[in-house]
Every structure is written in C-alpha cells, then in structure tokens.
C-alpha cells in the first residue's frame, strides 16, 4: 500500500498544473477502500494536494469508508487531517445478504459505524444496495427504514449490478445466482424513492437523495461538467476540452512513475461528444438540459433537433418542461440509459 500511495504522490505532483490554478472546491478518496488508509498515507496525499493545488478553506473533503473500518480514533484521525464527510457503505443491514454478496461487514458492525458517524459528523453519506437476490420489498423497506432512524443527511440507492468479469457474473453464468427480475427491481426502486420523499428527502439525481442544503457537492460539480482532476489507478479526469484516464494496473501503473513514464490515455472531445455528455449527465439530475444555455454552447434548438421522440416523451410523462429547462420525470429516470441514447447525436 505505502509503494501506491507513494506513486499517486508522485502523480498529484507531475500533474500540479492540470487545472490551470482552478481553486479546489471538493477532494473525494474513492473507490477501492481508501478507509484502511493509515495517518501518515492520507496525511501525504493531502498535503500533495495542498502543496500543488490551491484548496478552498471551506472544500468539502469526502472519505468512502466500509463499516468494519470504523471507530472513534480513526474517526478522530480523519477529522484532523481535514475530512469533512464520509460516505458509509452499508450495502444492507440484512445479514443474509450481507454474506450472499459478499461483504466482511456484520449487520452489528454497520450499525456501529452508523452510530459513530452520525454522532461525529454533520455530513456524511450512507449507501444502500437494491434488488440483491432474492427480491423481497419487505427486506428492503426494512432497509431503508432502518436507514432512516439515524436521520442521514444525505443517502444514495443503487441497484446491484452484475457483470460478466465479476463474482457475480460467474455465479450468474454458473447458474447459482439468478438476477433479479427488471419488474421486482423497479419496484424496489420506487418504493425507495417513495420512503426517502415522504421524509422530506430531495430526489436530485437518479441515485441520490439528500435534506436541503446536504446535496454532495462533489458528484454535483460532476454532472454540471466542471472540471476535475483524478489521480490513482483506473482515474478519469476532465479539463473542459479532452477526457483522460490512467492505466488500470497498479503494478504497471506504479511502476510508470517511478520510471518516468507515466503517461495518461487522452481524448480530445468533439462538439458533438461534448453534446452528448451534457445531454447524459444532465438528465440524471433535477437540473435537467438547459434549453437557453444548450442553444448557445452547441448553437442548436435541443427540442426541435428531437422531435418528434421528445414530444412521445412529454406524453408518456416521461418528461416536462421547467423554466426552460428539459427534466426527466421519475417514471423517466428509471429508462434515464435508454433516453440518453436516443437522444446522442453521431461523434
């Protein structure tokens, strides 16, 4: 762990000039489990980050943490470096399915963590997983409910997915997991929809949820196109005109650095891929596709260059008009991916 940590140092260093001196307004360790992190590792990499990049004195800073990480000293540590917000991975509290899919957390230890949390931290985010087999809405609105006596302030729902180069594929392929139904994880979906509004959640994009004011200001700065710098194994980063993305191999990755070769793979973007990624990200939000700006950053009428697909999805309910602004419905979202397609235009 330290040789990776100490090649994504280097990394925050030689690419101390990406953002063009843009202030850092949010810093999010994701992905993997960057919660085993000791004090001096994420003690490095902050300071990296400090050191090359001018950092907001108000930036939130957010940690993904896994429950069986969590107790008060290394909340403590956390704190002191600087984080802000955590994103807890619950997954469930169902021990069962804890165990089908895997996870090392016991139902104890998530609401262990969830305690700790909630008592250390204004802001923080819980995720919950849907639609694990077998489907059961009463285990998922327990779920949730369970969820919802700790009063989050922000709470993200994501459907279990499975893929062919994953566990879950292979089971799946060898026959000992059967997915569950399309209908069964739609329903899960609304009825976590339904919970988290009846409780005064703000529904602001496909998977999120939050109380006024809690919205993650990351992933929001994220589907509104900001730039953004990622740094580590497998990270995309965007600087406004190219996309780019680091090789996934950690060995092979550390190794560039240390040799001087690191070298990320870029795209530059087209008119029309800059389109279609404010088309896709834009329809996952509460935001939506803003029709004045769309006209003048890609000199188009949005709805007229879709007609007549568009005005099917007005009277389907699928979408509406609000202030201008073109919004998906939540019957919408939940056919958000197929939507977005119809909508690209040829890059």
């Known amino acids: 762990m ?16 990406y953002l063009n001196g843009d202030k850092i307004e949010t810093i999010y360790f994701g992905g993997g489990t960057p919660s085993i992190l000791s004090q001096p590792q994420l003690d490095l990499l902050l300071s990296r980050i400090r050191e090359h990049f001018q ?6 800073i957010t940690l993904e943490v896994n429950p069986e990480d969590v107790n008060l000293a290394v909340i403590n540590m956390w704190k002191s470096l600087g984080v802000n917000r955590v994103s807890l991975g619950i997954q469930t509290f ?6 089908y899919i895997n996870r090392r957390h016991s139902s104890d230890q998530t609401m262990e963590a969830m305690n700790l949390i909630a008592s250390n931290f204004d802001n923080y985010n819980a995720d919950l997983i849907y639609a694990i087999p077998p489907a059961s809405e009463q285990s998922w609105l327990q779920d949730v409910e369970k969820l919802l006596s700790y009063d989050p302030p ?6 279990l997915t499975i893929e062919q180069e994953t566990v879950f594929g292979k089971w799946a392929s060898q026959g000992k997991l059967t997915e569950v139904s399309e209908t069964d994880n739609a329903q899960e979906y609304k009825l976590a929809i339904e919970q988290l509004e009846s409780k005064g959640y703000i529904h602001y994009e496909i998977s999120n949820f939050c109380r006024p004011d809690f919205f993650s200001r990351h992933n929001t700065s994220y589907w509104k196109g900001a730039k953004y710098l990622g740094v580590g194994p497998g990270a995309h980063s965007y600087d406004g005109d190219s996309r780019s993305w680091n090789i996934r191999n950690n060995p092979k990755y550390i190794r560039s650095l240390e040799e001087g070769k690191f070298e990320p793979t870029c795209e530059e973007l087209s008119p ?23 006209q003048k950053m890609f000199n188009a009428d949005f709805l007229k260059i879709n ?24 019957e919408g979202w939940f056919l958000a991916d197929e939507i977005s397609e119809r909508l690209m235009v040829d890059a």
């Open 154 to 159: 922000h709470v993200s729902v994501y459907g």
């Open 2 to 17: 330290d040789q990776l940590v100490d090649a994504i140092g280097r990394e925050i260093s030689e690419r101390k000039g």
């Open 272 to 294: 029309a891929n800059r389109q279609n990624e404010y088309v896709m990200t834009r329809l996952r939000n509460i935001w939506g596709i803003d029709l004045v700006a769309f």
């Open 307 to 330: 007609k007549p697909f568009t005005d099917q999805l007005f009277t389907k309910k699928l979408a509406i008009i609000k202030e201008d602004h073109f919004h998906l419905t939540n």
């Open 94 to 99: 169902n021990e069962e399915k804890l165990k």
């Open 55 to 60: 950092v907001a004195n108000d930036a939130e």
